[in-house]
């Protein structure tokens, strides 16, 4: 989204919005209205992406493009092939150009710089910062040439032409989707439920697909509120699971980040060696949230997730 103010353009990047769905609205056509929004969703976020340096923009851009996944995943039983087949490896391409630079962001502001802010007498963190800055720009400037290639293009013809197909368009009657959100988020939280309980604080790769798991309820709660009751009871689940993503979160950035710093400091020797002395440094950071997750994941197992209860027609939230 743009702005003038005093005859200068600004850009100003924009979230996601809550897609209004009816009871009585069939399947097709609400993952229609879904997939739609999260194109939207994309396209409204790119000017702004290539006139500013904002790192939001490829934040939302990039959660558009999750929750797409997200949505053809959720609605894979009912989706023709196609959309696994020929939408998901394009899709995946996109994601991976706004994923590059995203995570290149993360590392410098979270976790390089607050380590070069404490220790500022130490040379060789300077460097590293400039290593990870230098990626940083190379990772955009190749995720811009995407956004202006025939690849993007592509993608966006090719996802509009699946859904303004005639089944999505001129459906024969169906199951609505009402029953279809009971069930489908039924099994999401019973899947995270599981997923929680076998979550160990000495596993990451459990935490991780702890991570994931609430990712998709949390989109699906999105996707389908309009159709819950959504009082104080969603709102404090979606408060908790955001809580929980976040901490999961933090601690994957923390996993992932020696790696990387690793690859960006690339040959060179002194940069390499300095690197554990980053990763040390977030040591604390890293205590603290793996000692307050057995408990989260304990409060986390006694939340009652609600089940979707379709509201009637000009029925009032409470």
């Not at 993952?31 to 923009?57: Q, T, W, Y």
């Not at 596993?203 to 509120?225: M, N, T, V």
């Not at 809580?243 to 999961?248: I, K, R």
């Amino acid at each position: 989204m743009k702005s003038v103010q005093a005859g200068v353009r600004t850009y100003v990047p924009v979230k996601v919005l809550v897609v209004p769905l009816a009871t009585d609205c069939q399947i097709l056509a609400s993952f229609r209205k879904i997939a739609l929004s999260c194109l939207a969703h994309l396209e409204v976020n790119l000017e702004g992406m290539f006139n500013s340096d904002d790192p939001e923009f490829i934040h939302q851009m990039r959660v558009s493009a999750r929750r797409l996944r997200a949505a053809i995943h959720l609605f894979a039983p009912r989706l023709p092939p196609v959309f696994s087949n020929e939408l998901l490896p394009p899709l995946r391409q996109l994601m991976d150009h706004l994923g590059k630079v995203r995570d290149l962001d993360v590392l410098l502001a979270e976790i390089a710089m607050p380590v070069v802010q404490a220790l500022p007498d130490e040379p060789r963190l300077a460097a590293l910062v400039k290593a990870v800055t230098e990626r940083k720009h190379a990772a955009r400037k190749t995720a811009l040439r995407y956004f202006r290639s025939t690849s993007y293009v592509r993608l966006m013809l090719l996802a509009t032409k699946l859904l303004h197909h005639p089944s999505f368009v001129e459906q024969a009657a169906e199951e609505t989707i009402a029953s279809f959100v009971t069930d489908r988020v039924k099994r999401l939280r019973k899947e995270v439920l599981e997923l929680a309980k076998a979550a160990r604080t000495e596993d990451p790769a459990s935490l991780h697909g702890l991570r994931i798991g609430i990712k998709q309820l949390r989109y699906a709660l999105g996707f389908f509120e309009s159709l819950l009751y959504s009082g104080k009871t969603l709102r404090r689940v979606l408060s908790q699971l955001g809580a929980l993503q976040d901490d999961l979160g933090q601690l994957n950035d923390l996993a992932n980040a020696r790696p990387l710093l690793m690859h960006c400091a690339h040959d060179d020797t002194r940069l390499r060696k300095v690197v554990p002395l980053v990763d040390d440094w977030h040591n604390p950071r890293r205590r603290k949230l793996l000692a307050r997750m057995p408990r989260r994941l304990e409060k986390f197992q006694r939340l009652h997730l609600p089940t979707p209860k379709p509201r009637q027609v000009g029925a009032i939230d409470q």
